[in-house]
């Protein structure tokens, strides 16, 4: 069985930065589609970035120009660099992946069918 593992969330002061990295194991094959999303206690999934194997990137309105996704064809492995970090990036983060894409929607968590348990990130004032 393939599992994806979520990692590197801690709490962190406002303006400081964090890595967090989503590992794949128990499979040979690695995903096209990766992606982080976030759910804050209490809200909806919001999706926060995505990466194709071409290395393509697409990101919330709200990461843009702090946030830095990158994906690891060969280790099949995944990275969120986290910069400038706020309060309001406060959440659970999981990393999904997926072989193709059901929808032409980006950030889309319907498209995904592998997921990872959550890692925490608090972002104090």
């Known amino acids: 069985q393939v599992q994806l593992v979520a990692s590197g969330g801690a709490s962190v002061e406002a303006g400081g930065s964090l890595r967090l990295t989503c590992s794949v194991i128990g499979s040979t094959d690695s995903f096209y589609y990766m992606a982080w999303f976030r759910q804050a206690t209490g809200g909806q999934y919001e999706g926060v970035a995505e990466v194709n194997s071409k290395g393509w990137t697409t990101y919330a309105e709200s990461a843009k120009g702090r946030f830095t996704t990158s994906k690891d064809n060969a280790k099949n492995t995944l990275y969120l660099q986290m910069n400038s970090l706020k309060p309001e990036d406060t959440a659970r983060y999981y990393c999904?992946?997926?072989?193709?894409?059901?929808?032409?929607?980006?950030?889309?968590?319907?498209?995904?069918?592998?997921w990872s348990q959550g890692t925490q990130v608090t972002v104090s004032s």
């Open positions: 999904a992946a997926a072989h193709a894409r059901q929808y032409d929607l980006p950030l889309y968590r319907y498209n995904y069918n592998y």
